[in-house]
């Protein structure tokens, strides 16, 4: 597919987007004097924008969605045939793929059975955290009614959602926030709090202990935590940290939310993130692969035993779980999750995604080899960071405006990839990598010699 070849003039639209689209993440200022970046194609992991320049996309739709790759006609058709039968209803009542969907998503999840949906990661968050507090109303008299969330994390870009924000520069200049929410700290290995020891996810896991003790652990209801995290650099969990967090929320009662927007539907090799680590969660939830970005669908998925707590008194006209998503009735959405769910086990996905994984790892070791600012490599499955630093001994993270160079180079290569973004003052210095899930060794190497190409000439 050639579109530089196209008579299809797109000037129109650019003008238009200049004029009237109002970007996520962007400063518009720029636009006065340079055109937006417009894609207008997609298929596989080729996306093409209007001036007919063909990329290769390393982030999935830029924001680790688009798990199966652009252009699958059968996700489409699906959707396109729902919508022709019944595109909608509010989820009050239950729908054929709402239904199908739900069972399908809990044969994959042992220990869940409740799935809630909705239409974001940030609204599937909300959810978890009004099923804390309402339990905490009904059971604890309101005072079990804390949520814990990590330094680094992100879980959504609500008011509440940011206040469970561990990354600053999200969340600034948009409270005050929604109060009842505690921080405790990272687990970046590369970041150490303690200095080199060789239990460091234990003490990582532990610091969280403290923080309980210190709030008191009756007042402490749930903690939220993604099992990598993702936008605040890319930080998989070290060796003893989930057992240990499993055995301290088991010891003071506290609801086990894991947030697996990013990580969720195949990402780091398994269904899910958390699969890996041996986690028992109370809840979890999911968006961006869900459906990936064919359709808008979240959830919030539980298990039983939260479940049942929200019909125990039925003679009481407010105990049932009084919340509505709008759009978390649209039918597509579910529908294009069971197709997007079929092609991950029909294609064996899960398995590619280790392989090239472990692949993908190994080119960037070697990478991080040839060059001095490459300070740390680090993730899992097909969800990798590159820490950027101005030495390995100092570990002073490089300005953020160079980490942006290198991202900047690699757009001009044709290849895009990621950077930690107006998150954490001081460490936007990580590169974010996350390709479908369909991806080859070809497309791999592509992506490492654009960054060792753009890395050569941004530092030398």
Not at 6 to 20: L, P
Not at 201 to 206: F, H
Request: include cysteine.
């Amino acid at each position: 597919m050639d579109l530089s070849q196209s008579n299809n003039d797109y000037s129109e639209v650019i003008e238009n987007d200049r004029a009237h689209v109002w970007h996520h993440l962007s400063q518009h200022k720029k636009y006065e004097t340079s055109d937006p970046l417009v894609i207008i194609e997609g298929k596989g992991m080729q996306v093409w924008d209007a001036n007919g320049k063909q990329y290769l996309d390393a982030v999935s739709g830029g924001v680790w969605t688009v798990n199966v790759g652009y252009g699958r006609e059968s996700i489409a058709d699906a959707v396109r045939d729902q919508l022709v039968k019944l595109n909608y209803f509010a989820n009050s009542a239950g729908s054929i793929p709402g239904s199908m969907f739900s069972k399908a998503l809990i044969d994959k999840m042992p220990g869940m059975s409740r799935v809630y949906m909705s239409n974001s990661g940030s609204e599937a968050n909300e959810k978890a955290f009004k099923i804390v507090r309402q339990i905490a109303h009904n059971k604890y008299d309101g005072k079990k009614h804390k949520i814990l969330y990590r330094d680094r994390d992100y879980h959504g870009t609500t008011i509440t959602a940011l206040s469970a924000c561990g990354q600053n520069e999200r969340k600034d200049q948009y409270g005050p926030f929604t109060p009842g929410f505690v921080e405790v700290p990272h687990c970046c290995e590369y970041r150490s709090q303690y200095g080199e020891c060789d239990d460091y996810g234990v003490r990582a896991a532990r610091a969280i202990e403290d923080v309980i003790l210190r709030e008191g652990p009756d007042t402490i209801g749930a903690i939220c935590l993604e099992p990598v995290t993702a936008g605040g650099g890319v930080i998989p969990p070290p060796e003893g940290y989930w057992e240990t967090v499993q055995e301290i929320c088991t010891k003071y009662d506290i609801l086990i939310h894991i947030d697996e927007v990013v990580c969720g539907l195949g990402r780091t090799g398994k269904w899910f993130g958390y699969q890996h680590y041996g986690i028992k969660p109370d809840m979890v939830t999911m968006a961006k692969g869900v459906a990936s970005g064919y359709a808008a669908i979240s959830c919030t998925v539980t298990t039983e035993e939260v479940f049942e707590q929200f019909k125990a008194n039925p003679s009481d006209p407010m105990s049932y779980f009084r919340d509505i998503s709008t759009f978390g009735g649209c039918a597509a959405g579910p529908a294009a999750a069971l197709e997007n769910m079929r092609i991950i086990e029909e294609e064996n996905l899960l398995d590619n995604v280790t392989r090239m994984g472990d692949y993908l790892l190994d080119r960037l070791e070697d990478l991080k080899g040839k060059h001095g600012n490459v300070g740390d490599v680090r993730g899992k499955g097909l969800f990798v960071g590159l820490e950027l630093v101005t030495d390995r001994q100092s570990k002073q993270p490089v300005d953020e405006t160079l980490a942006q160079a290198v991202v900047g180079d690699c757009l001009a290569q044709g290849v895009i990839i990621g950077v930690t973004n107006r998150s954490i003052a001081g460490f936007n210095n990580t590169l974010c990598l996350s390709p479908a899930l369909i991806c080859t060794k070809s497309d791999l190497d592509q992506i490492v010699e654009a960054i060792d190409n753009a890395l050569t000439k941004v530092f030398g």
